[in-house]
């Protein structure tokens, strides 16, 4: 949960705040002009920040990041968290491009390795090479049974955009790395509270060995140069089908499940086979 000193509880209420009834263009736009006027504003700079991190100007977000943090030194040690997120996403971008490969906890199963490399052959122009890896991986994929909270339980779960299949997307320890959720006994979420948690939410993994890491999911599905406010702002969920068998999202995740679908930004809490719920 990424908060300023005093966040709305609603965060439909700090997007209203930021946006005013416009676009997000539009309000990216008089943040500069209200920061041409007052450059030393500290608030204004966290705006514009907050502005530009939805529209997935890392480059523009982090520079704003960088003097708002100048501008303050109470500011440095969220700033330095924020950079890692920062980084993190732009590392992802060449990971969605089929550039990198994301990082792992351990040496990655076979499956979950074959998932970068159908993103790599779809992104290389090779969709049916894609195909040929993603039915592959998804054929030994093991199954995990679970519960959500709110939600029902579960015999399987998945990405509902099936480049990530059964991993999760993390970021901590300033890198992005993929984590099945076969190796994962609990995930919890603190409440939806800022407009930053639309953008990752942060969450506490409990493994299968009962290590315990501190992370950030990404809210989002990565960006595109054409995405909608509503995308960005992680209001609704698109879908492209690509390929045979890849369909990308845009806008806020999901999870498929053989009960139904559940909105990342709708839960609380999941655990995976038998273990206990850890509500936030």
């Known amino acids: ?8 509880a609603d965060p439909r209420d700090s997007l209203r705040q930021l946006l005013r009834g416009r676009t997000l263009e539009c309000a990216i736009g008089d943040a500069t002009g209200n920061i041409q006027r007052q450059p030393a504003d500290v608030d204004l700079r966290w705006v514009l920040f907050q502005l530009l991190c939805l529209k997935g100007d890392w480059v523009r977000a982090l520079k704003q990041l960088q003097i708002w943090a100048s501008l303050n030194s109470s500011h440095l040690r969220m700033a330095q968290m924020l950079r890692e997120l920062l980084r993190a996403e732009a590392y992802r971008d060449e990971v969605m491009k089929g550039h990198k490969e994301p990082g792992w906890l351990d040496e990655p199963a076979d499956w979950s390795r074959q998932l970068t490399q159908a993103i790599h052959a779809l992104e290389s122009g090779n969709p049916a090479r894609a195909d040929v890896l993603r039915r592959q991986a998804l054929d030994v994929a093991p199954e995990v049974p679970g519960h959500a909270n709110p939600g029902a339980g579960f015999a ?101 499940t053989d009960t139904g679908e559940i909105a990342m930004l709708s839960v609380l809490s999941m655990h995976f086979e038998g273990q206990s719920v850890e509500c936030a």
Do not use: H
């Open 156 to 256: 399987w779960i998945t990405d509902t955009d099936t480049r990530f299949g059964p991993n999760c997307e993390l970021m901590f320890s300033g890198g992005y790395r993929w984590i099945p959720f076969s190796l994962i006994a609990r995930l919890s979420f603190p409440p939806v509270q800022g407009a930053l948690d639309l953008i990752w939410r942060q969450c506490k993994i409990t493994l299968r060995d009962q290590t315990e890491l501190s992370a950030y999911m990404p809210t989002r599905y990565p960006l595109l140069r054409d995405q909608t406010d509503a995308q960005k702002l992680a209001t609704v969920t698109t879908w492209a089908d690509r390929s045979d068998t890849t369909v990308t999202g845009a806008g806020q995740r999901t999870w498929l």
């Open 1 to 8: 949960m990424l908060k300023t000193a005093a966040p709305p």
